[in-house]
């Protein structure tokens, strides 16, 4: 893609591969006569799930059954909300997008404890992403005392986080079980 502007100034860009991705671009100023000035931009463009829904389902995506936040049209069990905040495309079963839980030592305490690491698209804004843990698959806890960040970085558009069940791996609860939690305000 290229743009012009008066007679010696362009602009060129890189499209992105998917939505949300980071958009490259070139900008060349001249007034005609050397040295031309240069410089390279990469905009990281931010999205809101509505957007998201209108670029999959349409113009009419408020009125589509599948563009509903707990929708699942991949028919994988994954509503459309987490998968936005994962960076999956809706209609394909993203099961190698889910985050992963592991039982993982601690440097603070040298003890066990269950982790859930998510890689999440960072250009998805408006959405909160936290961790509930459970000892019996019914009462879910996600409060301070219950979970804390163990890590949270970000590389190439992509934010990690992994999340750490503070109820020590069996210990006073046998069992433990942790989930992704993502919710709009």
């Known amino acids: 893609m290229a743009i012009a502007w008066a007679s010696f100034n362009t602009a060129t860009g890189t499209p992105?591969?998917?939505?949300?991705?980071?958009?490259?671009?070139?900008?060349?100023?001249?007034?005609?006569?050397?040295?031309?000035?240069?410089?390279?931009?990469?905009?990281?463009?931010?999205?809101?799930?509505?957007?998201?829904?209108?670029?999959?389902?349409?113009?009419?995506?408020?009125?589509?059954?599948?563009?509903?936040?707990?929708?699942?049209?991949?028919?994988?069990?994954?509503?459309?909300?987490?998968?936005?905040?994962?960076?999956?495309?809706?209609?394909?079963?993203?099961?190698?997008?889910l985050p992963v839980a592991a039982l993982t030592l601690d440097p603070k305490d040298s003890l066990q404890h269950l982790t859930l690491t998510v890689a999440l698209d960072a250009s998805a804004t408006g959405t909160t992403v936290t961790a509930r843990v459970s000892s019996d698959l019914v009462t879910w806890q996600s409060d301070a005392g219950f979970t804390e960040i163990a890590s949270d970085s970000m590389v190439n558009g992509t934010r990690t986080i992994t999340f750490r069940d503070l109820t020590l791996s069996g210990t006073t609860a046998p069992r433990r079980y942790i989930r992704l939690s993502v919710s709009m305000p």
């Open 16 to 97: 992105p591969n998917g939505i949300g991705a980071p958009f490259a671009m070139t900008v060349t100023s001249s007034n005609g006569f050397n040295p031309t000035s240069t410089q390279q931009f990469t905009l990281g463009v931010q999205g809101t799930f509505s957007l998201r829904q209108s670029l999959y389902f349409g113009a009419n995506a408020n009125a589509s059954p599948n563009a509903a936040a707990l929708a699942t049209p991949a028919g994988d069990g994954i509503p459309n909300l987490i998968k936005y905040a994962l960076g999956a495309n809706p209609f394909v079963p993203s099961g190698e997008a």
